[in-house]
């Protein structure tokens, strides 16, 4: 799928199996490629909050530290998943 970030860039995201991914790794953000992916076998929260998390790196690569990134996308995994709104299908 294509989306904008950051300066209005367009990114390519590919959710991808275990297997695709480096070991440990549950997603990943490619600043040269402009592409995010993100394993699909992943519980909702820890799935919605890696996507939030590589879309934060795509925004700002340079601007957001690590820790910040880590800290806002779990918070706001959490509260989309509480809200009742935000909803995210079993994958794998």
């Given at each position: 799928?294509?989306?904008?970030l950051g300066n209005n860039e367009l990114w390519t995201v590919n959710?991808?199996?275990k297997s695709k991914m480096p070991a440990k790794t549950w997603g990943d953000c490619n600043n040269k490629t402009k592409t995010i992916r993100v394993r699909t076998d992943l519980c909702?929260?820890?799935?919605?909050?890696t996507f939030i998390h590589e879309m934060?790196?795509?925004s700002n690569y340079?601007?957001?530290s690590e820790e910040f990134v880590e800290q806002t996308?779990?918070?706001?995994?959490?509260?989309?998943?509480?809200?009742g709104l935000v909803v995210v299908p079993p994958q794998d």
């Open positions: 799928m294509k989306i904008n959710f991808v199996s909702a929260v820890n799935f919605l909050d934060l790196h795509a340079v601007c957001f996308a779990t918070q706001m995994a959490k509260a989309l998943l509480k809200s």
